[in-house]
């Protein structure tokens, strides 16, 4: 498995399109890079505007690679933390442990 990155952004006013923009721009600058053969990919991203933080995932070998697509992109990094990602092995259903929450950060016991 390769290992995977957070990287946390300071954004004022996210929730005017910048990190959308910002996406197209780290796609590119991910691209640029496997294209001379890093192992660097783009996997998703979260705005968190409350809090004024973007964070992107990524996945490669190398955390130096993150931050290369990310100074090419013109993002502005706070911090890029490795991390890894915890499986449900339960066997619950997803759905229903959604329908549970019953407003913004609660969920119903």
Known sequence: MRPTYLVECYCPD?????????VQRVVSA???LRMEGHD???LDGMVLPSDDVVFYRFAGLDVNDVVAVCR??????????AYTEIEDRTGADPAAAASSVSGPGEVEP
Do not use: N
């Open 14 to 22: 996210p929730g005017r399109g910048g990190p959308v923009v910002a």
């Open 72 to 81: 090419a992109a013109g993002i502005p990094v706070t911090r890029v933390t």
């Open 40 to 42: 660097i990919e783009y």
């Open 30 to 32: 991910a691209r640029a």
